[in-house]
């Protein structure tokens, strides 16, 4: 089956085969947020991007083989409800942006920086801090090599704008962000957003101007 990134709460999730990686897409919860399971094809290891919702599916996804970690791209409520509970079953390991584990209620293990590398196996993911959305947000990107980029941009990067911002300041600051850390990617850079459906980098970079000009 060819991957669509569209996935509904209560419905089955999307696998997205890499050579390297396989990504599993999950939506939980009322607010309909995204979670992704990642597995390291060489070793087995996985990674679960946002414990968001409704632990009894997120673990029913991660299986008998469990999770080396989990990270958390922001402080918001909805991205963490299950957190605690995968933790406990799990014993993952917790990462965070640096600026954003103090919102979030489960100990953060790995306060994570901008560049900083998270593993899962023998792939690696380079941690984007972004300042707009929250103090803290991450962004993580899977610099394929057998293809193009891939990344989970949390609450950040949707299709059709960037992320809610609160005011102009947290807005142009998280635009800047984006254009300074994400948009240099390819066109076929693969975009995985907390809520909603998939997109690519080249997408989105027509419209840029006009979501300046709008101001959200």
Known sequence: MTYSGRVTVGGPADVHELKDLMITKVAVGPMENNAYLLRC??????????AANDAEALLGTIGDDGIASVVTTHRHGDHWQALA???????ARTYAGRYDAEGIPVPTD???DDGDVVRVGQVELTARHLVGHTPGSIALVYDDPH??????TGDCLFPGGPGRTTNPADFTSLMD????????????AWIYPGHGNDTTLG???????????RGW
């Open 147 to 152: 293809g193009h980029p891939h990344v989970f």
């Open 41 to 50: 094809r060489a070793t087995d290891e996985q990674l679960l991007i946002d």
């Open 110 to 112: 790995v306060l994570v």
């Open 85 to 91: 509970e995968v933790v406990a079953a799990t014993g």
């Open 203 to 213: 997408d989105e970079r027509p419209h840029i101007p006009a979501w300046r000009a």
């Open 177 to 188: 962000g984006l254009e300074e850390k994400i948009f240099p990617l390819p066109d076929e």
